[in-house]
């Protein structure tokens, strides 16, 4: 049977792993994914966790699910729905089974269909499959947590650590679906679990029996398949995330700009992880402070860039409420500070795992005074380097704190990104004070082309000064409550953000001719990319540009909105942008397609709204 099954080649694939919140879902997922970034193929991953705690085993509310989107070349998300579900429980198959096609295979446990089981994922029957309307010869039922158990009989472990197992045979049976290398898998297990080898083993052999089982039932399954690259740049790839890709981005620019690194942050999801990354690499001149709350998180960052460091704070939402007083600070100084808020659901603790762009207007506006700050948010997982890289170089260049946004979706997510050459990455020049100025500086003496203050390092001969709070005289730095000098430095300071240079908008598509244009920021870009590119297929002349950059806006902005006809800005929040941009593009009036579902854009609805305003 096995010689005659046949071996299918697919261009894309969608799979969602799902379970309890301990079944181990995101490491199955994001092996499988980093496997698939390993031999080439383009990627894009949406882990989607519970926001309680622990909740209740087999509960509908603890369903945990990691989506990855496979393909043969770049994949711009991470899918609307999958071509494979695994459901390692009954809640997981009643709260993710909408998350399927029709036509889906789908991998059950039978084992965790028992009375009970079904009773906690509310099910009526007993008769789950026919109760949903699920078709049987398309679902693989296997006795998961049985055959892992006599896998690992003999191995010594607990019931406990057994059931954690599970997780490897799902993912065995999908390797052997996908025709992926398990090798691949066990070199994964061996660096994960080094330092505990026998884990690494147990992991090993419970894997291979879900791929053994694949290889000898097929069942519900008329073949396999495989997902060739053949559009790849040639160069090394990993799997990263987003908060990963923010991490390295901020050491490359302290290696770049010749300088330590340093961040000040408190825990807070979903942007932990770039604390914990940073934590990793005090070999590369990385210092990390878990601080008691947000506002001494950002005011040790400040301390630390007054010191000469290239300073880091990272939040959320809810953070970004708490530091706003310490970021005044690094306004009024003029600071060199760098701020990730990885956007996440508010209002207050609102959703905290999943994912908005609602703290755009907080990012622009939301400090007292004239307090404007360059604003940059990220388009896709692998963009989190490049965005972090130049939210650096800004922020040391032109002496002034900057906020990268990125969101829960990009920051969790993941893609295949190739590892760039440091050398080849933009250079950073940080705005220090001329020798010259020795024995006559005074820290606001600036360029008068930038506005940019010069950075004078404490501890330097003939450079001592003052920063603070209180307004101070441009000239001599000294405390000045006088009228027209705070007219002047509000001023100053909002005239040296607008003299940023950043890079032009550019527009996809059918730039020239299109009758609409898709606008959007952060992490949005693949979803409304796809929505055009689906436009596209059915014959409409349709455009996209996405805001990386939203102050100071690009130079082209005005140009590029005001060119077409209809003009839609789509964005998870109910119109910030949209609002943000009719203020300061004249004329502007836009469409508009808001969501606050705190879960991704969904392609087939971006694109059916679309298609009703080009139909108008």
Known sequence: MAENLEVK???????????????????????????????????????????????????????????????????????????????????????????????ATIIIDTDSFGEKDLQRAEFKTEDYLAEMGIDSDRVIACPITKMVKDCLADTGMDN??????????????????????????????????????????????????????????????????RIESKHKEKGRYMDITGNKATAYGLIAAAEKAGMKLFLGSYPITPATDILHELSKHKSCGVTT??????????????????????????TSGPGVCLKSEAMNLAVIDELPLVIVDVQRGGPSTGLPTKSEQTDLLQALYGRNGESPMPVIAATSPTDCFDAAYNAAKIALEHMTPVILLTDAYVANGSGAWKLPNIDELPEIHPH??????????????????????????????????????????????????DPENHDKMCRLRAGKVE????????????????????????????????????????????????????NPLPKNAAEVLTKYKKVVVAEQNLGQL??????????FVPYQFNQVKGQPFVVSELTSYFEEILKK
């Open 160 to 225: 406990k650590s057994i059931l954690k197992c599970r997780n490897m045979f799902a993912l065995g049976i999908v390797c052997w679906l996908f025709n992926r290398d398990v090798e691949l898998v066990e070199n994964f297990l061996k660096e994960k679990f080094a330092k505990k080898p026998q884990i690494a083993e147990n992991n090993i052999k419970v894997v291979n029996a879900g791929y053994n089982y694949g290889h000898n039932v097929h069942a519900s399954v008329p073949a396999t398949y």
């Open 432 to 481: 220090y004070a001329p020798k010259e100025m020795k024995g006559n500086y005074t820290p606001y003496k600036r360029d008068e082309e930038s506005l940019v203050r010069y950075w004078a390092i404490p501890g330097q001969e003939g450079f001592t000064h003052i920063l603070g709070g209180l307004e101070k005289d441009g000239n001599t730095g000294a405390i000045s409550t």
């Open 578 to 587: 949209a609002m943000y941009l009719r203020g300061k593009v004249d004329g």
């Open 499 to 550: 003299r940023i240079p950043v890079a032009d908008l550019e527009v996809l598509g059918d730039a020239d001719d299109a009758d609409l244009l898709i606008v959007g920021f952060g992490g949005t870009y693949g979803h409304l990319y796809s929505a055009m590119n689906e436009l596209r297929k059915k014959g409409y002349k349709v455009a996209s540009t996405q805001f990386k950059y939203i």
């Open 289 to 314: 402070v878990q601080c008691e709350d947000e506002i001494s998180g950002c005011a040790s960052a400040i301390g630390a860039s007054f010191a000469g460091a290239m300073a880091v704070t990272s």
């Open 9 to 103: 080649e697919l261009e894309q694939v969608v799979v969602r792993f799902s379970g309890d919140s301990g079944d181990g879902m995101q490491l199955a997922g994001n092996i499988f994914s980093t496997v698939s970034a390993t031999i080439g193929n383009g990627i894009s991953t949406f882990p989607d966790y519970p926001a309680d705690i622990r909740a209740p085993q087999g509960s509908l509310t603890g369903v945990s699910g990691f989506q990855v989107h496979i393909g043969e070349g770049k994949v711009y998300t991470p899918g609307d729905k999958c071509d494979v579900l695994v459901a390692m429980n009954a809640a997981a198959l009643k709260t993710q089974y909408k998350y399927a096609k029709k036509q």
